[in-house]
């Protein structure tokens, strides 16, 4: 790679002055105060009126860097120990340690002195504080750049204090400029060793009672309408260095800007097991405590403040004209927040878009951990522990690295990882990010990886099902496939796709469909929420203790244990409509089986035994009945408030399994009882066409309904009398059976007469190219698929349009 040279044109007026206040400096002025300290000046000068609170401080000018290595004659040595390096006459510790050496010994001119030690006094008196704590922050000329944002790669100091304390702070930051991780990137990058300088930063120190990391994108797949927050409690180190797991917080921002919604779309607690803080100690400004209980079970933002955050990250996007990563914290003594860092983000907002990468594996076994996935892709491997990087000559070349956490001493190891799995840390943790930066599947923050595996043994480590990660026993075979986007044709029938999980469904944001013809909330019932409804809503009905005591942890933080249901209901269904919003996103109301709700947690005291629960007290017979009226209308208050208060008014309602036209009458009033009228809004409601009444009273359905979802599976099995399950019967089992087509056909004759949509949702018409066609020529309206066969069955449909036409 040819070296860059970075910004080397300061302002020749401001380049003789040792001290630049922030005020005073922006985004121009990097080869001055490098990206770090150019960017904390740019919000201050210019983005105060949009109410953004940034702490102040001052910067050094980047040239005394320069004055203090020529002052100390340490040019020469520098340049001889990078060519020892470059000839392999030294390894990359002997050069890194003997640079850094040297400029922790070097020494300021009495002028450098007093010029540093009269900006701290100034900065002291405006803040109204003798020796007022500082964070002294490292900020390099080729740094926070759209295309190199150098993250980590140089140190910061906490909480100094003293001018003492703050001179040795500015000589461990230049020699910063020198450890292994920034030579190496560097290199990698393109950037000539000497022609980088660095500035440091003074900033006033935030006292945080809570900090943390916030993106303008989603980190995992660059979806570019949501906010992504970390948090934890203390300073804001923890995240950052990845030694704790955050909570987590996703906003819409699109809706954002409407005073009148609240689009917060996802709302994760985080173990929070300690945090940073301040420390008496000169020796040890800062330390590592355990968090109480109560910090471990609470959120450390209001649903208010992520709110706050979100429209600052907005703001500060769309001033930089990219995506941002930024820092924040939350001031313990005035409650406060504060934005301490904003940089491009430079992993996800630079990736092709045109292409998209799938991975699925073949097969599954005994899932070992969880925890958040980094990426998309698997990765197969042998587990190979390390606890520090010293060790770094015994890791083996393709090993899966198995560690607590790492931080940026760590990255020439991760370099010769498969794949990551970490203890601790979150979504923006040093782990997390260089990963992503790598190409590097990574999952992080399982708890307790380092104790559950052991070195040598088989595993494999995917991350292609979404925010969550799971590291699967033994080595499973897995296939990957790369979508050209724009070899997907446009076709007249929508295709649109279905949706099972919240989790994972911005993967698919860059595919080119008309929505979500399908979302199952029963999924979200059973992975996110866990408990039968009926059990929050009668937790006097309960005589275990032990589920007492589940459902009492998980409800914990709710003051009426139904909300705890309503609210993460309406977080999932919100963060799937976001997807594609403002496309329709078609949401079927639950449909469990009744063997199915008893799997639930307290669902033994509520549901009945069924001899055959595939034809008995399940869809919209349920949601009348005394068994569980009651808790549909808590899904109800879910969709409501993902609609109507959260803003996602491309919802539609489809109920399932709906038998008769009395049934459906008697459904949409309870419906209407718990704030959901058909009508009122703009609020569509659809219908499963899965059983033959549906077709056979298409007409009387059609007046009640506003659309129907064809569901294959189901009305094959009724209308050829099988079971779905029956491996005897498997071959008799096909959609593409005459009579299943000819109710196929009726239904969209008859809806169309009456002015409602018909959709379907399965594979048959990506696997049966000849099934598809017969869809469209009846004229189907749209065809709803998993994502992954979106591309295969695109161009079946537009090849049947062609034939037809």
Not at 51 to 68: H, S
Not at 123 to 144: F, H, K, M, P, Y
Not at 442 to 468: D, H, M, R, W
């Amino acid at each position: 790679m040819t070296a860059q040279t970075p910004p080397q044109t300061p302002n020749p007026k401001k380049d003789t002055n040792i001290i630049h206040w922030y005020e005073h400096t922006g985004i121009a002025d990097i080869a001055l105060v490098g990206g770090k300290n150019a960017s904390l000046g740019e919000m201050i000068s210019k983005m105060a009126a949009d109410g953004i609170r940034v702490p102040t401080g001052f910067a050094t000018n980047a040239q005394l860097y320069r004055d203090f290595l020529s002052q100390n004659d340490l040019d020469g040595p520098i340049a001889a120990h990078l060519d020892g390096l470059l000839q392999g006459t030294e390894n990359l510790a002997q050069t890194g340690f003997a640079i850094r050496k040297m400029i922790s010994k070097g020494e300021f001119t009495e002028i450098q002195k007093q010029a540093i030690e009269q900006a701290y006094q100034q900065l002291c008196t405006r803040i109204g504080c003798e020796n007022v704590s500082v964070a002294v922050r490292s900020s390099a000329t080729a740094e926070d750049l759209p295309e190199a944002s150098f993250a980590g790669q140089q140190e910061s100091y906490l909480n100094i204090t003293g001018i003492d304390d703050l001179l040795e702070a500015c000589r461990q930051c230049f020699a910063s400029l020198y450890t292994d991780r920034a030579i190496i990137y560097r290199q990698e990058q393109g950037f000539s060793h000497q022609q980088v300088a660095l500035s440091v930063g003074v900033q006033q120190m935030i006292e945080s009672e809570a900090a943390g990391v916030m993106f303008s994108l989603d980190t995992e797949n660059g979806f570019p309408d949501v906010v992504m927050i970390n948090g934890a409690w203390g300073l804001g180190e923890t995240i950052v260095k990845g030694s704790v797991t955050p909570d987590r917080f996703m906003v819409y921002k699109p809706l954002l800007e409407q005073r009148e919604f609240r689009p917060l779309i996802e709302k994760q607690a985080g173990s929070k097991l300690q945090k940073m803080i301040y420390s008496s100690s000169a020796q040890e400004p800062t330390l590592i405590v355990a968090t109480d209980e109560s910090e471990r079970s609470s959120l450390v933002l209001s649903d208010d403040e992520v709110l706050s955050l979100s429209r600052w990250a907005v703001k500060i996007e769309r001033h930089y004209g990219c995506p941002m990563d930024m820092e924040w914290a939350k001031d313990s003594r005035s409650k406060q927040l504060y934005i301490v860092q904003a940089r491009p983000e430079t992993v996800e907002s630079l990736k092709d878009t045109a292409v998209l990468m799938s991975y699925k594996l073949k097969g599954k076994s005994r899932v070992l951990l969880e925890g958040a996935s980094v990426g998309s892709a698997i990765a197969t491997g042998e587990v190979f522990k390390i606890l520090s990087p010293d060790d770094i000559e015994q890791f083996p070349d393709g090993a899966i690295l198995v560690t607590e956490r790492t931080d940026p001493d760590w990255v020439p190891l991760m370099r010769k990882a498969s794949g990551i799995i970490t203890d601790t840390g979150g979504p923006t943790s040093h782990a997390a990010i260089v990963s992503r930066e790598l190409k590097v599947p990574a999952i992080v923050g399982t708890e307790n990886a380092t104790q559950v595996l052991n070195n040598g043994k088989e595993i494999t480590l995917s991350c292609a099902g979404g925010a969550v990660g799971k590291v699967y026993e033994g080595i499973l075979e897995f296939e990957t496939e790369q979508v050209n986007l724009d070899d997907i044709p446009h076709t007249k029938t929508d295709i649109m796709i279905n949706a099972a999980m919240p989790d994972g469904i911005f993967r698919w944001w860059q595919l080119p469909v008309s929505g979500i013809g399908l979302t199952r909330i029963e999924f979200i019932i059973s992975s996110q929420i866990c408990v039968h409804p009926m059990a929050l809503v009668h937790p006097e009905r309960i005589s275990d203790p032990v589920t007492k005591d589940k459902i009492a942890r998980l409800t914990s933080g709710y003051q009426h244990q139904p909300d705890y249901f309503v609210e993460n209901l309406a977080l999932g269904v919100g963060k799937i409509a976001a997807s594609q919003y403002p496309k329709p996103v078609i949401v079927r109301m639950s449909d469990f089986k009744s063997n199915e709700y008893r799997g639930l947690l307290g669902g033994d005291f509520f549901e009945i035994n069924e001899e055959n629960p595939m034809l008995g007290l399940r869809g919209a017979s349920r949601y009348y009945h005394p068994l569980y009226r009651e808790a549909f209308k808590l899904e109800c208050q879910a969709i409501v408030k993902a609609r109507e208060e959260m803003g996602f008014d491309n919802i539609i309602v489809m109920i399932p399994f709906c038998r008769t036209t009395g049934e459906a009458d008697r459904v949409l009033d309870v419906m209407a009882e718990a704030g959901l009228k058909r009508g009122v809004n703009g609020l569509q409601v659809y219908v499963m066409c899965e059983i033959p009444s549906n077709v056979i009273l298409a007409d009387q359905f059609a007046t009640r309904f506003d659309g129907f979802s064809i569901g294959s599976n189901d009305l094959t099995q009724l209308v050829l009398g099988i079971d779905r399950d029956s491996a005897e019967l498997k071959p008799l089992f096909d959609a593409r059976d005459e009579a299943v087509k000819s109710m196929i056909a009726q239904v969209i004759k008859v809806a169309h007469q009456y002015g409602c949509k018909v959709g379907i949702c399965g594979q048959a018409p990506s696997d049966h190219p000849e099934f598809a066609e017969f869809l469209v020529d009846c004229g189907i309206d749209s065809i709803s698929l998993n994502p992954d066969s979106v591309a295969k069955a695109s161009q079946h449909i537009a090849r049947a349009e062609k034939r037809l036409n």
